[in-house]
């Protein structure tokens, strides 16, 4: 007989599937140990495939389910492909070690194709995470808007409907496959994967369990106005940088400011303790005079990057940034706002370019330079409707019990970290305070961390493994660790600290050593 404590995990209605269940779970003889409760007891991932082969589940048809042995990095696991008509395509992955629960990986920009096994997936999937991603109901370019032209239902889809059309689905897959629905269910994604995470714990809140929001793109009409906005400034006469020229405003941000957190280490980790007045560097005159200054254009770009913006009489907004000194990392400016001196290749030009063409303008050639951004309220309205995670009001998120955690990094130049500080403390304003707040919700910024990952500061942290301690065991997060890593090996790390908390270098000065080491810093008031 198999053990009691083991015989809850099995409801498959499936009997050969709940009898294979059954082999691994003490296997019929009293005197095997029970299973461990976080590990399910499962069929093989071969079986898993077998299981949903031409299965049609809560509308998905999947089209392909096979085997994937284990690599050097992934476990072996059941990836399944499926099709929710006409064209919302998913991908499950099903681990032979199944810990119980369901992990949906966010998308990224306009999607458009399914994300990978890498990152986040990977860390979910080795974890023992069945895992679940879209490509948001359209195929094409992540920098594409196209899909929205002429195809409601795909907006729609991109916009918020995707991720709970394709959990209805993958909810109904591990239960097949593995003859029990998952414990739990988590969201985790960053950019437009971080507003779809929002999207759904607004307009879905019994969705998740919990849900991860990284570098949030929740207010899009706000954040894709202030890109036209730049990528006007930049195009404008004389608003192009040389690579020196921004070099010479990081440099002189870092020179301000670097160690007000305790220490010389090229990232400004008290950016609130920073002052740094660009025009220091104006070129006499304001004409452009080499590279050891700034013109008036090129000032008039910062001014820009670190000024609100507003439109519609404040109905839509973006905060601007923060000077921070690694403007000139490579995924910071040149990636996103000057192209490396071709600022039509730049991330925001592109952005708000496609974004003009398909959702506002609805002109594939309109020049997004020359458009007004608010020439049409209702085309904002519009986009908004479909888009914008705005509302902070996220009590019934509360009441269901589950858990999110925000996370930004401080170096972001897609989406300003401002942007999520205030939505943060929107959602305390709206949830009756701080202590309310506490209860079910975390957010840490990450200093000299890019758009969701690289640049100078410590870009990797398990904010997964954080959340399911709060969520299973009720230990809620505070000082996490965040680790910098080269080819997996970790360089150094830093505690990645409660906002509005930094880290402070508390160590023994001029020791490179003791520097790389997170022990070291001290998560202090700014
Ligand atoms: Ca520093």
Known sequence: MPSLSCTPLIRSTIPALAALAMVGCGGGSSEESP???????????????????????ASATVTAAATVAASGTAPMYCKVTATIAPQLNFELRLPQQWNGKLYYGGGGGYDGSIPDLSGANLNALQQGYATVNSDSGHSGSSLSAAFALNDTYAANLFGSLSVPTVMSSAKEMVQTAYGKSPERSYYEGCSNGGREGLMAAQRDP??????????????????MGQFNRTAKAVAAQGGQFTSAKLALMAKSVRDACDSSDGIVDGVVSNPRACSFDPSVLRCAGGADAGD?????????VVNSWTTPASWTGGMYTN??????????????????????????TALQYLFQDTTVKNYLARDPVQDSLAYIWDASPNALYGLAALNDATNTDLRPLKDSDAKLILWHGGNDAALSHKATTAYYQGVINAVGGQASADQFVRYYIAPGVDHCSGGPGADETDLLSALDAWVTRDSAPGTLIARKTSAGATQFTRP???????????????????????????????
């Open 35 to 57: 299973p461990s409760p976080t590990i399910a007891s499962i069929p093989t991932a071969e079986q898993a495939c077998a299981a949903l082969s031409g299965k049609v589940l």
């Open 206 to 223: 019994n969705l998740f369990d919990g849900v991860i929001a990284r570098a949030p793109a929740y207010n899009w009409v706000g954040f």
């Open 292 to 300: 050891s200054c700034l013109s008036d254009a090129q000032l008039a």
């Open 319 to 344: 905060p601007g940034w923060t000077l921070t000194g690694n403007e000139d990392d490579p995924g910071a400016w040149p990636l996103w706002v000057t192209g490396n001196g071709n600022m039509q």
């Open 496 to 526: 990645l600290c409660l906002y509005p908390q930094y880290p402070r270098y508390t160590g023994p000065a001029n020791d490179t050593a003791a520097a790389a080491q997170a022990s070291n810093y001290t998560c202090t008031p700014p």
